[in-house]
T-cell receptor, first 110, second 117 residues
Framework: GENVEQHPSTLSVQEGDSAVIKCTYS??????FPWYKQELGKRPQLIID?????GEKKDQRIAVTLNKTAKHFSLHITETQPEDSAVYFC?????????FGTGTSLTVIP | GAVVSQHPSWVICKSGTSVKIECRSL??????MFWYRQFPKQSLMLMAT?????????EQGVEKDKFLINHASLTLSTLTVTSAHPEDSSFYIC?????????????FGPGTRLTVL
């Protein structure tokens, strides 16, 4: 089955700085890679996703890059704000199931 | 659109009892629903995939006789934790996926916090 690894597990940045979270996956059949933000006790919220036919996608301060050859993808948040503080999960999917990374707890220091 | 609800949001039960959790897609037909559990400060672990009208597919290590899943309609899936024990205490989250084969996106419910005393 798919194995998704995520790094770092915790990340602290100063407000205004950038944050980068990286994930690797094992199944070359995976073709959909969403990123979720989860606040304590709440449901995961999709913040951005990318499909395997695209190398990069951007939505305002958030961007995701995908390297299919190396089987890794990254989340980039620029100009971080305190409200970006949360746990972020990457996931990989080959069509039906999602397999989640272990999560990154991001703290943005005002 | 694409709203998924769960009920109850929080349940406390005695050890040995069974608990049923409902997952509903409110504004779309979900041919596939997924059940996850999440321990504090950990990731979402996929428990099973539920397809409407057929038996659920369980992930390795998940006891199908303990976690009963029923997906009787295109808008409702239920997870029943049978003979619950304290180690079953967790946050259970469902998600639903639409019928479009090209659309991988899953929509998550708000979660159900189960506490077994």
């Amino acid at each position: 089955g798919e194995n998704v690894e995520q790094h770092p597990s915790t990340l602290s940045v100063q407000e205004g700085d950038s944050a980068v979270i990286k994930c690797t996956y094992s199944d070359s059949a995976s073709n959909y890679f969403p990123w979720y933000k989860q606040e304590l006790g709440k449901r995961p919220q999709l913040i951005i996703d990318i499909r395997s036919n695209v190398g990069e996608k951007k939505d305002q301060r958030i961007a995701v890059t995908l390297n299919k050859t190396a089987k890794h993808f990254s989340l980039h948040i620029t100009e971080t704000q305190p409200e970006d503080s949360a746990v972020y999960f990457c996931a990989a999917s080959s069509g039906n199931q999602f397999y989640f990374g272990t999560g990154t707890s991001l703290t943005v220091i005002p | 659109g694409a709203v998924v609800s769960q009920h109850p949001s929080w349940v406390i039960c005695k050890s040995g009892t069974s608990v049923k959790i409902e997952c509903r897609s409110l504004d779309f037909q979900a041919t596939t629903m997924f059940w996850y559990r999440q321990f504090p400060k950990q990731s979402l672990m996929l428990m099973a995939t539920s397809n409407e009208g057929s038996k659920a597919t369980y992930e390795q290590g998940v006891e199908k006789d303990k976690f009963l899943i029923n997906h009787a309609s295109l808008t409702l899936s239920t997870l029943t934790v049978t003979s619950a024990h304290p180690e079953d205490s967790s946050f259970y989250i469902c998600s639903a996926r639409g019928s479009d084969w090209w659309d991988n996106e899953q929509f998550f419910g708000p979660g159900t916090r189960l506490t077994v005393l």
